[in-house]
């Protein structure tokens, strides 16, 4: 009996093995040794560091979002919601929540709700609550959710929902070191509830130093780092606080090589994420001073410039230029920023007041924007003020890139006019549309993968008083190139010639989407159309005339194809759309913008303008109807000119051919590729080892049926050594199918 007993666990020994080979990575990646936190460690964390530098740290949040912009009132407003097992964020419908912490609520729902509660955000309301009420109920509700967090993460072997996602993580230290801040002191404190708190710093400070969890690609990776910091400020007496302070320096110099480059760009494909990585580089700063850690010398240009950047890119109501995942809409807070001092420490965080842009016209060739201002002089009179922006940015593999190169986003008198899709909720319907070239109003070929292989430079610019240009060429896929010309002239008129040439056969496609503020009907004549701002009644006209076979048509929120959406909370809102669509190759369309305007020199158009001659995108001439007289707009090799109705000379600008910049981004690309190649992501692919395990089940039930009806039916056949033999057989079927299972199939996916 003990033999056979033996023999079977033998037999089923490998398919065991594979099971648990199919799961070990997975397990092993999130496994946490428990810390050891001692009574003596508790008394040091009571006591260092002194109440003013947690209460700094307290304040500290990595994103200006709608837990952020809560005032005192609705911060108290929202806390007693909570404690009724409600969110009630303003503007957003309530939410059923736990007070006591159910494992549902990080693992259902949309992945922003999963983010919010593995973030610990909710028991930092409560904890903002207590500070302005001093009731007990809040800060004790918020242990109770913290507590009961901690102890299910200790406790959960596989991931779920968001619970160690590289950004929640981060973000749950901020929560951690505010209850630590505002319980040690407590007239009812816990020595249980202090280990159990301590306890969940330390095992989310190793999974945030762990390098397979270090997300180096983006901004959650500059997070973890900025957490391992808060972390050794706020818990100095905590095993490896001091080793965390190093690493999350050396591993932050080997992001700061592609996060930010020498232009001050933040390269995320997005301002919104500029925005925010201006506040990273404020917070990296500070917590180097409080660590008393120099600040390297290149750093603090990188944040001058980026500061500088956001500024040109900022409006005065704080909405944003769309383009990537970037929001819509004013936003009233700014990013926290700091001051760095003679001596080059960095001083605590504050809004800073004053945004006004100090350029007129800026480009940066290299990360891939122009952003050009009318009536700067006039800052922060919004109605006096007009922004163009021009977008062509693209660093294969980094965040938040939507398909969007040669974009136009036009901002003027406080109204958006044209602009792209924005950022579209990850998990939310119409995400991976989104993503692609229907959601930007770049130039591209019908049906085209926003994975294409392209790239984009800036040919030749130019400014001068009342005029701005730049011309674009993009190159790919498969023998496509799109050249798109942009200018602006007489303060009210823009211009946007695109010209392409491919395949015969292939058409290009160009989406112009207005924003949900904005209604649109037709124009004066045909293929014109009027945009009217619905709050002021501010109004844009739209011509677009073309080379032979081009059709312009109207749409609204349409989901075949996916065209006239604006991203939203909760995903898409429907918004009015021209699609453009011609023959690929030699097509040439002109679009005209006029802004209604009774200000002095605006010329408002009032026909179809006509291409009066066309000799190739460096050649031609287009005339615009206007009310006072008709204004020419003409290119000449490598100068522009503007004629306005009845002026005996045009304005001319000489156009600057810009330096390569290949150099620079090869640079940018190498550093970016050594710390993929140093930090290669871990993937949970989950959906596949259920598969797997499934298949590895299935191969199994089967093999021993085999077996039974072997015995039962082989007669004479059978015998022990070729039973045996069978099994032997098996044993190496196993192996192999335990190969292409875990090191060979894995590693395709």
Not at 306 to 316: C, F, G, K, T
Not at 389 to 402: C, N, R, T
Not at 502 to 517: I, K, L, Q
Not at 630 to 658: C, I, N, Q, W, Y
């Amino acid at each position: 009996m003990i033999i056979f007993l033996l023999r079977r666990a033998f037999y089923y020994s490998l398919p065991g093995f594979v099971l648990g080979a199919i799961w070990f990575s997975l397990v092993d990646h999130y496994y946490v040794s428990r810390p050891t936190i001692t009574a003596a460690l508790i008394d040091q964390a009571r006591e260092a560091p002194a109440d003013p530098v947690l209460d700094e740290l307290s304040g500290i949040r990595f994103f200006a979002n709608e837990f952020a912009a809560l005032d005192r009132a609705q911060t108290v407003a929202v806390a007693e919601r909570i404690l009724q097992g409600e969110l009630a964020l303003p503007g957003e419908s309530p939410r059923k929540i736990s007070l006591q912490f159910d494992p549902r609520d990080i693992d259902q729902g949309p992945p922003s709700w999963q983010l919010r509660l593995s973030t610990l955000v909710v028991p930092r309301v409560l904890l903002g609550a207590y500070r302005i009420t001093g009731r007990d109920d809040f800060l004790f509700a918020a242990r109770d959710m913290i507590l009961g967090l901690a102890s299910y993460e200790r406790r959960t072997v596989l991931p779920k929902g968001k619970l160690w996602n590289d950004h929640a993580v981060a973000e749950r230290m901020l929560a951690l070191a505010e209850f630590w801040t505002l319980y040690r002191h407590h007239p009812r404190y816990d020595a249980q509830t202090a280990r159990d708190v301590l306890t969940f710093v330390a095992r989310s400070g190793r999974l945030l130093a762990d390098p397979s969890h270090f997300t180096v690609a983006t901004n959650h990776g500059v997070m973890q780092n900025l957490a391992l910091w808060h972390l050794s400020v706020a818990f100095p007496s905590l095993p490896d606080a001091s080793r965390y302070r190093q690493l999350a320096l050396e591993r932050l110099r080997e992001q700061m090589a592609f996060y930010v480059n020498d232009e001050g760009v933040v390269l995320e494909h997005s301002a919104g994420y500029h925005e925010a990585g201006v506040q990273f580089l404020s917070l990296a700063f500070r917590y180097l001073s409080l660590l008393d850690i120099p600040i390297p010398a290149e750093w603090r240009e990188k944040y001058r410039r980026a500061a500088d950047v956001y500024a040109e890119l900022r409006r005065p109501d704080g909405s944003l230029p769309v383009f990537g995942d970037t929001g819509h809409g004013p936003n009233a807070r700014c990013p926290a920023v700091t001051d760095l001092g003679d001596d080059g420490r960095a001083a605590p965080l504050h809004h800073r007041a004053d945004w006004s842009p100090a350029r007129v016209h800026v480009s940066y060739p290299v990360t891939g924007y122009s952003v050009w201002w009318d009536g700067l002089q006039r800052w922060p009179a919004s109605r006096e003020l007009a922004q163009t922006v021009v977008a062509w940015s693209y660093f294969p593999g980094q965040a938040h890139k939507l398909a969007d190169e040669m974009s136009v986003l036009l901002w003027a008198r406080g109204s958006t006019w044209w602009t792209n899709v924005g950022y579209w909720p990850y998990g939310v319907g119409g995400r991976r549309e989104a993503e692609s070239w229907g959601g930007s109003n770049a130039p591209h070929l019908a049906g085209e993968s926003d994975a294409s292989l392209r790239t984009t430079r800036m040919l030749a610019e130019a400014a001068t008083e009342g005029v701005a240009y730049i011309d674009l060429e993009r190159k790919g896929p498969n023998g496509y190139t799109a050249r798109r010309q942009v200018l602006h002239a007489d303060k009210t008129l823009w211009l946007v010639l695109d010209h392409t040439t491919g395949r015969p056969g292939d058409r290009t496609t160009t989406v112009w989407t207005t924003t949900y503020e904005v209604t649109m009907s037709d124009g004066p004549v045909a293929a014109s159309w009027e945009l009217r701002q619905v709050s002021t009644g501010d109004a844009l006209t739209a011509f677009i005339v073309g080379s032979a076979g081009t059709s312009a048509r109207a749409y609204r929120g349409s989901e075949a194809p996916f065209v006239g959406w604006l991203a939203g909370p909760a995903g898409g809102r429907p918004a009015s759309a021209i699609v453009v669509e011609q023959p690929a190759n030699d097509a040439w369309a002109a679009t005209v913008w006029s802004l209604s305007d009774d200000r002095p020199g605006a010329r408002r158009v009032v026909a179809q303008p006509e291409m009066r001659a066309w000799a190739g995108p460096e050649k031609w001439t287009l005339l615009v109807p206007a009310e006072k007289g008709t204004v020419e707009l003409s290119r000449e090799v490598d100068k522009v000119f503007v004629r306005a109705g009845g002026a005996r000379d045009p304005v001319h600008v000489m156009l600057a051919r810009p330096e390569s910049v290949d150099q620079k981004i090869a640079e940018i690309r190498a550093s970016y590729q050594r710390a993929i190649a140093k930090y290669p992501p871990f993937r949970d692919v989950i959906d596949y080892r259920l598969k797997a395990t499934y298949v590895v089940i299935g191969a199994l039930l089967l093999q021993e049926l085999f077996f039974a009806a072997y015995a039962r039916l082989a007669g004479a056949y059978y015998t022990r050594g070729r039973y045996a033999l069978l099994r032997g057989l098996s044993m190496i079927a196993w192996i192999g199918l335990g190969a292409w299972l875990v090191v060979i199939r894995e590693r395709l996916i």
